[in-house]
């Protein structure tokens, strides 16, 4: 199956939250923001089907060499994601 990479028009920086389902029992679901699907429309078309690739690496070095490849392959651009406690007060 060929993947084709969704590229955004401008620069996105967006905060979110990761939410916990109930109902299933697992923190599953991240939630996108209005901005984010404005800029992937495609992402609004029910009939298609999306997927991902989630990597975490260990060493900003692995990261680097990773963008190095990934660039003389014409990957595109990877979707930088932090995940991090926020303090409830």
């Known amino acids: 199956m060929e993947r084709k990479t969704l590229v955004p028009k401008t620069?996105?920086?967006i905060s979110g939250k990761l939410s916990y389902s109930e109902h299933i029992r697992a923190w599953?679901?991240?939630?996108?923001?209005?901005?984010?699907?404005?800029?992937?429309?495609q992402l609004?078309?029910?009939q298609s089907s999306f997927g991902y690739k989630m990597?975490?690496?260990r060493?900003?070095?692995d990261l680097e060499n990773m963008i190095r490849k990934a660039k003389r392959n014409k990957e595109g651009l990877p979707v930088l994601m932090w995940m991090y406690e926020e303090k409830v007060e």
């Open 28 to 41: 599953n679901t991240i939630r996108f923001k209005a901005e984010l699907l404005k800029e992937f429309y």
């Open 11 to 13: 620069y996105i920086d």
């Open 59 to 61: 060493t900003f070095e």
């Open 44 to 46: 609004k078309n029910r």
């Open 55 to 57: 990597i975490y690496f």
